[in-house]
């Protein structure tokens, strides 16, 4: 069973940095397509960026891209979202997320298709 554990959470200045991780217990990540999510107060759940095995296959929403960077570390077997020049509207709960069980055809960027979540991790940008 796959048990995903975010921290790095906290707060920040607007234009500041923060690295969030997301460590996985059981199989190794790169088994599987792995992302980050985040729920804004007031708004539904959205994708952020997703990771399929390495770094040469990573995605991000537009909101996000050129600033935040998904990565992974197999010998910690932790995936890892760097956030660069946050802003306000990055303020959210940050979710973790695996693609483990489903195999048939996905997109990374539909929360649905993910079936192991981790418990979140707030980040809070001030202005």
């Known amino acids: 069973q796959v048990q995903l554990v975010e921290s790095g959470g906290g707060w920040v200045q607007a234009g500041g940095s923060l690295r969030l991780s997301c460590a996985a217990s059981?199989?190794?990540?790169?088994?599987?397509?792995m992302g980050w999510f985040r729920q804004r107060p007031g708004k539904e759940r959205e994708f952020v960026a997703a990771?399929?095995?390495?770094?040469?296959?990573?995605y991000y929403a537009d909101s996000v891209k050129g600033r935040f960077t998904i990565s992974g570390d197999n010998t910690r077997n932790t995936v890892y979202l760097q956030m660069n020049s946050l802003k306000p509207e990055d303020t959210a709960l940050y979710y973790c997320a695996a693609i483990v069980y489903y195999s048939g055809t996905y997109f990374v960027d539909r929360s649905s298709y993910y079936d192991c979540w981790g418990q979140g991790t707030q980040v809070t940008v001030s202005s």
């Open positions: 990771i399929i095995r390495s770094a040469d296959n990573s």
């Open positions: 059981g199989r190794s990540y790169s088994s599987y397509p």
